[in-house]
């Protein structure tokens, strides 16, 4: 599996004009248009944004191969600053006008500009040359140290598969870049062949071990299920020799019917609390962000209330001093009222003194 193994296919190339509105329109119309206005697309994406984000956290985003930007646009709307690339000129032109400023059309294979904590390339390498697919891992793998990835290794009859490969050929390939599988992350919600990989300089006795750890319970659960078979097998032969095979294989059948029916229950029930958990994780992080949003104006309400109340103490300071000014003065104006009183008073005796004398005449 190495980089040097060949394709059958090498030399065919896909082109911006075979991804066009027919191409939409064969391979993901039906009976909702692959676009973010169909509930059951929207809601798909919106999942898969949220659980992606929940097992690695990320500020930026970029979507090789992002069509018409579904998931860049639920990245967004999950609090991601999310961009998206894409060589159909069709897919880009006929995107929502909320995302539309944040594609370009553009080959997988064209340098990445800046760095990205997380990009996702699902469902786009095996469209691609060999040559150009290995070029496109070259420039991931450049701008980031995380990536969801997922390539179908079925569907040959689709016209544009042109580069199918097991998923142990492109795990080998983004090895030799130093990107690894995380085997605690499950993304079977995405395709059941997408992973998770990250950048790390793992050991060979590293790589054993976090595969044997996903293996070896795999091969305990086969050969559990071995055994189940051959039980269900001796037992169908048995009641088979006892005669009363129809009605009691019947009988199995509709057990097993119903234990089938309760795992999907079930499985269904784990998806819809997963979801849930994931819609409060996301709840509570707006409720924390509009904490912080409150504390900030709290903090500027009670700076604003204790420049007031210095303010109110500084005019309180200066109406005491006025007021004391006030009491001097009106203090000082009686005391000079008091004084024309007097003057008054006694200039009034002068006069009449006069007066008399003047009436009286000279003294003789």
């Known amino acids: 599996m190495s980089e040097s193994s060949s394709s059958p296919t090498a030399g065919l190339t896909t082109s911006s004009e075979d991804y066009g509105g027919a191409y939409y329109a064969s391979h993901l ?50 609090g991601a600053d999310a961009h998206g690339v894409d060589i159909s ?15 370009r059309v553009g080959s997988a294979t064209e340098p990445i500009e800046g760095r990205y904590d997380l990009i996702t390339c699902i469902e786009v390498l095996e469209h691609m040359e060999s040559s150009q697919a290995l070029d496109a891992m070259d420039e991931m793998c450049r701008a980031t140290d995380r990536i969801v990835f997922s390539s179908s290794p079925l569907d040959l009859a689709e016209p544009t598969h042109i580069n199918v490969h097991e998923t142990a050929q492109w795990m080998a390939w983004f090895a030799d870049r130093g990107f690894y599988r995380r085997t605690d992350a499950d993304l079977g919600f995405i395709t059941p062949w997408a992973v ?25 659960e086969t050969l559990a299920k071995r055994e189940a078979l051959l039980a269900a097998h001796r037992e169908i032969s048995r009641l088979e020799e ?121 003294a003789r």
Request: hydrophobic share 40%; charged share 30%; aromatic share 4%.
């Open 29 to 78: 119309g039906g009976a909702d248009a692959y676009s973010w206005e169909s509930e059951s697309w929207r809601e798909f994406f919106t999942r898969m944004a949220r659980r992606i984000l929940a097992i690695s956290p990320a500020s930026s985003v970029l979507d090789v191969g992002c069509a018409k930007g579904l998931l860049v646009q639920a990245f967004v709307e999950a």
């Open 89 to 103: 000129q069709h897919a880009v032109e006929s995107s929502h006008p909320d995302v539309r400023d944040r594609l």
């Open 196 to 220: 998770m990989l990250e950048r790390s300089t793992l050991t060979a006795r590293e790589v054993v071990s976090r595969y044997e750890a996903v293996v070896g319970p795999l091969i305990g």
């Open 242 to 362: 006892d005669g009363g095979a129809t009605a009691a294989l019947t009988e199995q059948v509709e057990l097993v019917k119903k234990f089938e029916a309760e795992v999907l229950e079930a499985r269904h029930a784990q998806l819809l609390q997963r979801d849930h958990i994931v819609g409060i994780e996301a709840e509570i992080g707006r409720q924390n962000d509009d904490i912080l949003r409150l504390h900030g104006a709290l903090r500027k309400v009670t700076a604003r209330a204790e420049r007031l109340a210095e303010r109110k103490k500084a005019q309180g300071k200066r109406i005491s001093g006025l007021q004391s000014r006030l009491t001097t003065a009106r203090d000082r104006n009686a005391r000079l009222e008091r004084r024309v009183a007097e003057l008054e008073g006694a200039g009034s005796r002068s006069l009449a003194a006069r007066v008399a004398r003047r009436l009286r005449g000279p």
